[in-house]
């Protein structure tokens, strides 16, 4: 027989939690990520944790390719509102059903190639994305976003490194046309941006590090050119 009470009473509100609002759901893609290679979980999330402490205070930011938006949470602890963008209709559909109250989150459809954001932000980021746009329409992508932030906003960019796709799984790197060094990927963000800091990223530890030794590039801008 099951017991109805933990036996730590500290422990208690995990049963009332799962009482009012269900147990929480992983989302489309992290459930795959979680069943396929369980320690990946971690390099996203880190990656989400890095994004929330350089973007900690600033009002209403987006994400641009959310995917199921896992992650955003960790951003929108740290920021004042959180509005998460992707092309993708059932990554949309399936971040709406898990909405709580607790982490609003505004969802929407919006394909970047298409059109900048139907509204400016103070800050953007959009993690492992670029890699996935032919490079004879990466400019449309940077554009559209440098047009969707505010005056002094910034733009925060991760992707895999081109390096690192020798050793990426197939699942990994499906979809990856447009990887690029960390130097390539700087020289690119630097058409549209004034300043421009590159980090390394080896697994779930950010750093300043060679480059041409990254798994992950991150890349925070600022100072948008007109």
Known sequence: MSEKNTREPQYGNTLELRESIGLQTLGLMTNQVYHDDPRRLAFVLARYKFVSKMLSGKGRVAELGCGDAFGSRIVLQEVGALDVYDFDPLFIE?????????????????????????????????????????????????????????????????????????????????????????????????????????????????????????????????????
């Open 94 to 226: 399936d971040i709406q059903s898990r909405q709580v109250e607790r982490w609003p989150m505004e969802a929407h459809v919006h394909n970047i190639l298409d059109a900048k954001l139907p509204q400016t932000y103070e800050a953007i980021y959009s993690l492992d994305v670029m890699e996935h746009i032919p490079a004879e329409r990466e400019l449309t992508y940077l554009n559209h976003l440098v047009e969707s932030l505010t005056e002094h906003g910034t733009l925060v960019i991760g992707m895999p490194s081109l390096e690192s796709q020798d050793y990426a799984s197939p699942v990994s790197k499906a979809g990856h046309v447009n990887c690029k060094s960390g130097k390539d990927l700087k020289k690119t963000l630097e058409t549209a941006f004034h300043n421009v800091f590159l980090f390394s990223m080896n697994d779930e530890v950010v750093h300043t590090g060679f480059t041409p030794m990254a798994h992950y590039l991150i890349a925070i801008c600022t100072g948008k050119k007109s």
